[in-house]
C-alpha cells in the first residue's frame, strides 16, 4: 500500500516517515488548495491512501491571515478527501467549541472532510513537540539556558504529545483502517504550560541537557498577551482509539524522556 503524505517538511510528517518505507512524500511543491494539482499527483503517483499532515499552525497569526489559514485548514483537507481515497487528517483540540480562527478553520475542515468522504480518520491532538520542528520544548530549553527567570502561563492545560507517539497511532490506523471516524490522540496525562515546564527543566538538569536551574514564574493567560484566545482545559479522551485500534498512549513525562534523549 502506497501512503501518500502531505506537508512532508513538516514536524509530525519527517518522524511518521521515518517509521517506514513506502510513502509517497510532497509539501508546497505540491498545493493541496488546488483540486486539478491534486488530481494530476494522483494520476501519476497513485497512491492507496492519504495521511494529510498539511495545514496551517500559526494559531496567533490565523486572526489575520484569515484566507490563508481557511484555504490550508479546511479548503484543501475537503479536496483531498474528495479524491474518493481513504484519508487521515490531522485536526487538533481546539476544533471543540473553537474559540479562535485556527480552531474555525480545523472544525470546518473536519465537517467538509466528513461530508466529502466515509473512508476518514480525523485525528484531533495537541501540543505537538517533536525533533524536526520548532516548538515548546526546544524554545523552553533555549530560555532556560539563555534567561534569569521565565514567565510561563499556568491557567491553560492539555496534553503534551511528542509527535513519534503520534506518528505510530497514524501508521497503525493506516495499517487496519476500519471503523472510521474521529479520534482523540495525546500524550496522557494533564499538565500546564507551566508544569509542562517545570518538567522540561527538571528532566534536562537530570540528563546534562542544562547547567543550572532557573526560576520558572507562573502567570496567568489573562496577562499574557496574543491574538488567538485559547482554551482553559482541552485535555482528550483516549479511550476510542485505544479500544478500536489497540494503540498504546504513553504518559507525556516517558515520551518527554525519550525526546530529550534524542536532544542530547
Known sequence: MKLWITGSKGMLAQDLRTLGNNFLESDKEVDITDEATVSSYISENKPDFIINCAAYTAVDNAESETELNFKLNAVGPEILAKTGLPIIHISTDYAIDPINAYGRAKAEGEARI???????????????????????????LSLMRTKEQISVVSDQKGNPTWTRDLAAAMLKIAQNPKLPGIYNFSGEGVASWHEF??????????KKLLERKIPILPVASSEWKSAAKRPLYSALDKTKIKENFGVEVPDWKDSLSKYLDLEK
Open 197 to 206: 515546564a517545570i518538567e522540561i527543566q527538571k528532566q534536562a538538569l537530570e
Open 114 to 140: 466528513a461530508k466529502a468522504n466515509p473512508k476518514h480518520w480525523i485525528i484531533r491532538t495537541a501540543w505537538l513537540y517533536g525533533i524536526h520542528g520548532k516548538n515548546f520544548v526546544k524554545t523552553m
